[in-house]
């Protein structure tokens, strides 16, 4: 087992005792830098990056270098499996993820193969051994995938929806062909974080972006029990340590209680939901991680750090808190407010953990 | 007082015995009718339609001869306070509604006008009196407005959102200039759905399509608080008959005791919440309103019918239920479907009224 210099993170989600509450940012590298901009002109498109792993490492440590964050994340697109499984993804400026071939029946879908992970992903596998040997056991390193929900999203609608007209038809009217092809999704992504694990990553989470777009009976159906069996077949221990999991479902606040009965060890919250209502209700089972609303770092330093300590004193003492966002820093923001933002974490958080 | 043939909706709301439960549906005037876009086709462009009593009034009625709807609401747009304050509303061909003169400033607020109801937005009053007289007494006619929030995100963003990062910046860089902005259209919205009382709607409800994009005290503070002080002045009673008040907030499903707290009648709800949830919480201050998935409408017509009779179980017996779709109307559902599920409401509510 590699030593940590700093194990924050993972500790936090553990519920195990910290110094401070640990910190980062969900697409904490990413446009808002101007090096990580330099870096992608070098590399072409989004994809030539995530599939450099020279590149893509860089881009990973470049906010390491500039701020105190705690943890750094693997730099890939959540869509790699869609991807490897023949979909065609492809960036369109400006508009969002696309896919040269949707699935438009169940035919198509039954068709999909199971991605191996080392060999249509290894470069992904590539990026986590060379990130994990660059980073020389400072921070931990956290893998991801899409929950099968949300990628099934993209691979019916074709790219990014507002309505989910498509899938939801597929889903109402066709639910035998939606359960295959999430059925098929949740071995993907178990066999993608196991390689991820094995490869180097010491903590996952799951992005459920799209979950909140259902009601409560189809969350249940459609996302929820695929996480959940996703849950079931991940690798929980690798190389003498604990791997922990992280869920996130966007606007899942009102069903925080299934989402911990899966077993998962930390939920992922938006700034929508008052984490310590949160806390209350879930917070005996599983670890918290959030919840800024990311807009906030447009407001002034002073206004930063107020909200900050509003959101440190709402979890209040004890473990089991890792710092974040709600969702992906917007690429407006001025890097120097992401640094008021994490050190403000890591100054007002001290008393909590005494 | 005028008598109506059918008051199932407005004893509803004021959780007064019922034989059926009521049902309407959000945007049942729409694309999704030939009907609607031949009327539409006459006028012109979207607020030419709006603007013509004549057309207006037709467009109203049209889905009440195809279906046995509880209630009609006035044909209009969220945004017509905007525009009567001179931001110049117009509609891109499919991108949704655009200001010409978005606010930028403090000044721009301190120079908007409250508009007086009878005069800059008089076609709504015109409308609202020709629907009531074509209705003759047959059901109550709905009148409504958009939240101030959500007018304000339209008026600061320009026109639709993903990110509400102007807003946001406004909110939490120069709170007092929003405050103002949200305050001015409080007063607005106030005079505006007063003005709709006396002009003969029966009943108003609040659209409060963006609250959910908020932390739950940026909510509390930018929506909710304004919300309230219309709820405050708003004419409750009116030719001899209660004029119930809904308020619905998009994503608002973690926020029901804060919204019932208004004082408000009832409290619309999308398809995130589960109705027997809500009504656990605040069933006992409210009527509710909802809350089917408008995606169930691509369904067949056994599923449709199965989750009518799903979302009616949760409920339970007793009154305060107005059966609705959790939001608008999808423009390609057949309408067919909106007759299955009209029906299905009637049909399927009797047991839970004796």
Redesign the interface.
């Known amino acids: 087992m590699q030593q940590l210099e700093n194990d924050r993170y993972l500790r936090a989600l553990l519920r195990q005792p910290v110094d401070v509450t640990p910190v980062w940012m969900m697409r904490q590298a990413g446009r808002y830098l101007p090096e990580y901009k330099a870096t992608r002109a070098e590399a072409g498109d989004f994809m030539s990056l995530c599939k450099n792993a020279e590149l893509a490492c860089e881009v990973t440590l470049q906010p390491l270098r500039r701020f105190d964050l705690d943890a750094a994340i693997l730099f890939s697109d959540i869509l790699t499996i869609p991807d490897a499984m023949g979909l065609g993804l492809y960036f369109e400026n400006g508009e969002g993820p696309r896919f040269e071939r949707p699935l438009t029946s169940l035919q198509d879908i039954q068709k999909l193969p199971i991605p191996d992970p080392e060999m249509e992903l290894g470069y992904v596998m590539n990026a986590v051994r060379t990130i994990r040997k660059n980073l020389k056991g400072s921070v931990p390193l956290i893998g991801f995938s899409g929950s099968p929900w949300t990628l099934a999203t993209y691979m019916v609608e074709g790219g990014s929806s507002k ?3 498509k899938i ?2 597929m889903g ?2 066709e639910p035998a062909a939606l359960h295959l092809l999430l059925d098929k999704l949740a071995d993907s992504v178990t066999l993608y974080l196991n390689a991820q694990i094995a490869a180097g990553v010491q903590s996952v989470m799951i992005f459920d972006t799209w979950g ?8 249940q159906d459609f996302s929820l029990q695929y996480m959940h069996k996703i849950v079931a077949g991940l690798t929980r221990e690798h190389d003498g340590r604990k791997v922990p999991v992280t869920l996130f479902t966007k ?1 899942g ?2 069903w925080l209680e299934a989402m911990a009965a899966t077993g998962c060890d930390a939920l992922g919250l938006d ?4 984490i310590a209502d949160a806390k209350r209700r879930v917070g005996d089972k599983v670890a918290l991680q959030g919840n800024m ?1 990311p ?2 770092l ?3 330093p002073a ?1 930063i750090e107020q909200e900050v300590q ?1 959101i440190l004193q709402g979890f209040g003492s004890g473990t089991g808190h890792v710092f974040n966002l ?1 969702h992906g820093i ?1 690429l ?1 923001v001025p890097p120097d407010h992401a640094k008021v933002f994490v050190d403000a974490v890591h100054r007002y958080s001290k008393p909590y953990h005494q």
């Not at 909140?212 to 969350?219: I, Q």
């Open positions: 309505a989910f007209t939801k038809k109402f009217s909140g777009v259902l009601s409560p009976r189809d969350y606007n606040g009102q700034w929508t939901i008052d609303d807009s906030m447009y407001a002034e206004r509003h709600g917007h407006d």
